[in-house]
């Protein structure tokens, strides 16, 4: 089983990138993107259910980045858009075998698979 993140990149505040994560091996119940600065423990970004898409966010990024799914490729994107410098971090996604309640989905310790992390910089 393999995760791997594509995608990351420099741009400019106020700019989109798109992050890819493509599966292989099996599907999961759930997936999601994390990310990690050197003054942060990793935090959530946002997850989504493999079974229905339903989807969950990071007060942070809400409205500005979509989660989504292509089931047939096994693969999770991650649109950002309206990037701000402090969204600059290592984005990891994530994923987890088995359904778990939403409550839960935020949190790092509950995923079984991770990928290696793509950089995304933001910044003039």
């Known amino acids: 089983v393999q995760l791997q993140a594509s995608g990351g990149g420099l741009v400019q505040p106020g700019g989109s990138l798109k992050l890819s994560c493509a599966a292989s091996g099996r599907t999961f119940a759930h997936y999601a993107w994390f990310r990690r600065t050197p003054e942060k423990e990793r935090e959530f970004v946002a997850a989504?259910?493999?079974?229905?898409?339903?989807?969950m966010y990071a007060d942070s990024v809400k409205g500005r980045f979509t989660i989504s799914k292509d089931m047939a490729k096994n693969t999770v994107y991650l649109q950002m858009n309206s990037l701000k410098p402090e969204d600059t971090a290592v984005y990891y996604c994530?994923?987890?075998?088995?359904?778990?309640?939403?409550?839960?989905?935020?949190?790092?310790?509950?995923?079984?698979?991770w990928g290696p992390g793509t950089q995304v910089t933001v910044s003039s």
């Open positions: 989504i259910t493999w079974s229905g898409g339903a989807t």
């Open positions: 994530a994923a987890r075998v088995n359904r778990l309640v939403r409550t839960y989905l935020a949190n790092d310790a509950y995923y079984d698979y």
